[in-house]
């Protein structure tokens, strides 16, 4: 079975500080994609990052890096000079023939 | 350019009533998704759809139906609505890549 999982409900960075967002997940098929979405309080999903299980390095869009380590099945999100619009719940997904399962979230505060 | 539309916005139903939530993308996506967000949770997979006039179960699908009559539109119904299909809906569709979300539909059922 597939999973996702998120272990930190929330976190606190200060602004300019760098934080990282931890995701596990367990999949068997060799082809899967992982994904990271941005949910502000205000409700709508924002894609961030992408990383292909065959990818040979870690994907990075501008302040966002995902740390994938494949063999502890890890994809962890990396926030460089975190900002107080960084403020979210933060959702990784792990992605099987289009389909998206998703971990529980993570509740990122950022301090002036 | 719109991406993905959902409607309604908010809805309150009676426990029994029915009712339908229209999912519009105009990017010309094959793939279209329904997740429900429940409280504290991450998106749980409804139904989804491969193509005009195919549907597919989720992780989560009784007590729903779909329909993929036209490619742009994707129809969730609820036939007999129950308290514990109060929730956020969120509509999603993709091509390659990652899937688009809607704004989502905030559904209370009494």
């Known amino acids: 079975a597939q999973k996702i999982t998120q272990t930190q409900p929330g976190m606190f960075v200060q602004e300019k500080e760098a934080v990282t967002l931890d995701c596990t997940y367990d999949?068997?098929?060799?082809?899967?994609?992982l994904f990271w979405y941005k949910q502000p309080s205000s409700g709508e999903m924002i894609f961030l990052i992408y990383q292909g299980s065959y990818d040979q390095q870690n994907a990075t869009e501008g302040r966002y890096s995902l740390n994938f380590q494949k063999a502890r099945k890890s994809a962890n999100l990396v926030i460089s000079a975190s900002q107080l619009g960084d403020s979210a719940m933060y959702f990784c997904a792990l992605s099987n023939t289009g389909k998206l399962i998703f971990g529980q979230g993570t509740t990122l505060q950022v301090k002036p | 350019n719109a991406g993905v539309t959902q409607t309604p916005k908010f809805r309150v139903l009676k426990t029994g009533q029915s009712m339908t939530l229209l999912c519009a993308q105009d990017?010309?996506?094959?793939?279209m998704y329904w997740y429900r967000q429940d409280p504290g949770m991450g998106l749980r997979l409804i139904h989804y759809s491969v193509g005009e006039g195919t549907t597919a179960k989720g992780e989560v699908p009784d007590g729903y139906n779909v329909s993929r009559l036209k490619k742009q539109n994707f129809l969730l119904g609820l036939e007999s609505a129950a308290p514990s299909q109060t929730s956020v809906y969120f509509c999603?569709?993709?091509?390659?890549?990652?899937?688009?979300f809607g704004d989502g539909t905030r559904l209370s059922i009494l």
């Open positions: 999949t068997s098929d060799p082809s899967y994609g």
């Open positions: 999603a569709s993709s091509q390659t890549g990652p899937q688009h």
């Open positions: 990017m010309n996506h094959e793939y």
